[in-house]
T-cell receptor, first 115, second 114 residues
Framework: SQTIHQWPATLVQPVGSPLSLECTVE??????LYWYRQAAGRGLQLLFYSVGIGQISSEVPQNLSASRPQDRQFILSSKKLLLSDSGFYLC??????????????FGPGTRLTVL | QQQVKQSPQSLIVQKGGISIINCAYENTAFDYFPWYQQFPGKGPALLIAIRPDVSEKKEGRFTISFNKSAKQFSLHIMDSQPGDSATYFCAASMRRNRDDKIIFGKGTRLHILP
């Protein structure tokens, strides 16, 4: 069966510090990968998605970046965190079946607080 | 055109009552409509989904009603229980190349009173 891991589970960082969040998927090959941010009590904002190694699409201009160094690894980074980067970060994966990747499976999330 | 509008933003229902969450879309190219359920501190999980070739889909106490002509769909939770208290997201997707994305509504925070 497939599983998705995210770490760390919680993180408290000062403004201006760097960030690295990691997401890994097990039990599937060549998945689509996604990073979402969810502000407190708000909806899901798609930040980045990737259809393959080294292929990253950005949805929202910001001080965050994403990388996919391996097929089942997705990393979210920042060189200098802002207060507005606080939120719940969710990684998700999907697999194209006959050209569709309708269902996304979400990880447990990382709670980031920037002080 | 790419938006999915969800209402209400929050909902309080008595235990045993019916919870109803509504969504509307504009893009007729959408052809898959899932609902996700998210408990506090957890990631969303697929609850139930429907394709526009049917008007209703039922799984246990959860039913999706779909109105293609009105471009609206809704989630009904029958005999609502305190354990159903969560945030619910409707969503929509369409056939694309591999860069498949799901468009999510803004979510409804449901609270079931015991």
């Amino acid at each position: 069966s497939q599983t998705i891991h995210q770490w760390p589970a919680t993180l408290v960082q000062p403004v201006g510090s760097p960030l690295s969040l990691e997401c890994t998927v097990e039990g599937t090959s060549n998945p689509n990968l996604y990073w979402y941010r969810q502000a407190a009590g708000r909806g899901l904002q798609l930040l980045f998605y990737s259809v393959g190694i080294g292929q990253i699409s950005s949805e929202v201009p910001q001080n965050l970046s994403a990388s996919r160094p391996q097929d089942r690894q997705f990393i979210l980074s920042s060189k200098k965190l802002l207060l507005s980067d606080s939120g719940f970060y969710l990684c998700a994966w999907s697999v194209s079946v006959t050209g569709r990747a309708d269902t996304q499976y979400f990880g447990p999330g990382t709670r980031l607080t920037v002080l | 055109q790419q938006q999915v509008k969800q209402s209400p933003q929050s909902l309080i229902v008595q235990k045993g009552g019916i919870s109803i969450i509504n969504c509307a879309y504009e893009n007729t190219a959408f052809d898959y409509f899932p609902w996700y359920q998210q408990f506090p501190g957890k990631g969303p999980a697929l609850l139930i989904a429907i394709r526009p070739d049917v008007s209703e889909k039922k799984e246990g106490r959860f039913t999706i009603s779909f109105n293609k002509s009105a471009k609206q769909f809704s989630l009904h939770i029958m005999d609502s229980q305190p354990g159903d208290s969560a945030t619910y997201f409707c969503a929509a997707s369409m056939r694309r190349n591999r860069d498949d994305k799901i468009i999510f509504g803004k979510g409804t925070r449901l609270h079931i009173l015991p």
